[in-house]
């Protein structure tokens, strides 16, 4: 047996003493051969695989093919489970766990023999989750995400997850389909594994898996089930075989001009608001400082290139068609918006990986020249309503509402506006503004995906399809519409929001990023003297725990105690 030190996984299996008996005979009884205890490097593959979570449900088949790859590249691969997040039925949203998820995956490899991990990630809250456990560890990693979904069809037409349900759950209020024509959508809309085919959260995430270099190329766009997808899984396996030889670190690929890279990727795909959250929180496990203002710099001049659900007309499969990423990061690259030395997994620099990429339909993917849309990135609005700032992804909404003045009309929590939305009596017309309180971080809890108010049924009736809406939650990346989001300080924390009362003059002003509800400190002043905190329910376990420790929308939402990363020193032996 060697006496190999050069991996963390030699301090269990390595030893020719107690311990090391322990560990490797224990482990034998899976059938395991001696020579895998060789001094090999042992691969974890973190699985979020569940039956629970739809989108992950194929994930025992790459596992397999990720082990593999590791196999054939001289590792020892062993598969190991994380909790997994679906945001499609976990309650009440899935936003609430994704920190729990990250202190599973972080203790996970810390405490175990693994020397590199694969991280099988695809719903959307599992890809960062994931990524900000391990960056508190700091060892070999490399990302594989699940892929989309097949493209949605129905009656002919291109449908896409999340975005066709709010378009057709607005149609059926304002009597323009039939509830059995909106049911009769349903296996249309998820017609095989994978996860959201539109440019929804998850799509979003997994182009940052790609950007940030932390994937291999082409990672993004794969649909799930095809073969490409398993082939690149075994590759990944191979990889990271050679990234924990050469140790090559999460910290050496995710810096900060890899952060940078991917908010103007972001703004370049018209990327989900929630990547703003969860890419802070990524590089807040990593000690690098990024902040709504660098969201607002970089991608300010950065038009949207792609042609996808919701901003657009397409879905992922037929992006992947088109070329993927790699095409987009080419088309930055080209107009100097890429910082091209930036080092990724398969140890090649980003532009040495997309240089020679090819665009094969520029319907779907648009020249940086010639782009979809002229505005891609997310853009931070600030003022008295939300001092810590704002955000709204222009590509999604409305340009006439762009600049808007109105009347506010207010819903205390979510349940208050589920009761009284569709209420004849509300009164409530097209030019007000819709504001949602109590659904940030502590509010909800969890911040839910809530933000994108589907609009009063007498206003849909009129034919109007988008008004400002205004909150602290979150909305689904697949959503669209002249949305304000993750205001900070959130209501429940004593935020302006918290003070806005009916009948209240709010005004947005996206050029020129301001957003204002116009009354007199003096008032907000008076009006915070009689706030009183909201009950949020009752807390015990986790929930009180994040309730507790849960920063602010414009910090990324993890736990005050996570921020930053502790390493992966190997922990006590176990006497």
Known sequence: MKDSKRHRSAEWFGKADKDGFNHRS??????????????????????????????????????????????EAGGFPLEFPVTSTGETLMRPTAMLFRNLVSMDVEESIRANPIDGVVLLVGCDKTTPALLMGAASCDIPTLALSGGPML????????????????????????????????????????????????????????????????????????PAVDSRRKTLAQIAGRRIVEMVESDLKMSKILTRQAFENAIRVNAAIGGSTNAVIHLMAIAGRMGIDLSLEDWDSLGRDIPCLVNLMPSGEYLMEDFYYAGGLPVVLKELGAQGCLHKDALTVNGETIWNNVHDAECYDRKVIFPFKDPFK???GIAVLRGNLAPGGSVIKPSAASPELMQHRGRAVVFETIEDYKARIDDPDLDIDETCVMVLKNCGP??????????????PTKVLKKGITDMVRISDARMSGTAYGTVVLHVAPEAAAGGPLALVENGDIIEIDVTARSIHVDISQAELDARKARWVLPDTGPERGYVHLYVEHVNQADTGCDLDFLVGKSGAAVPRENH
């Open 26 to 71: 224990w482990m034998k009884n899976q059938g395991i051969p001696d020579d895998h205890f060789d001094g090999r490097p042992v691969i974890g593959i973190c699985n979020t695989w569940s039956e629970l979570t739809p989108c992950n449900a194929h994930f025992r088949e790459l596992a397999e093919r990720v082990k593999r790859g590791v196999l």
């Open 374 to 376: 002229p505005v891609g």
């Open 151 to 222: 493209n949605g069809v129905y009656r002919g037409e291109r449908i896409g997850s999340g975005t066709h349900v709010w378009k057709f759950d607005a149609m059926v209020k304002a009597g323009e389909i039939t509830l059995d024509d909106f049911l009769g959508a349903e296996a249309c809309n998820a017609r095989s594994p994978g996860h959201c085919m539109t440019m929804g959260t998850a799509s979003t995430m997994a182009s940052m898996v790609e950007a940030l270099g932390i994937g291999l190329p082409t990672n993004a766009a794969i």
């Open 442 to 455: 502590k509010g909800y809890p969890g911040m839910a995906e809530v933000g994108n108010m589907a609009l």
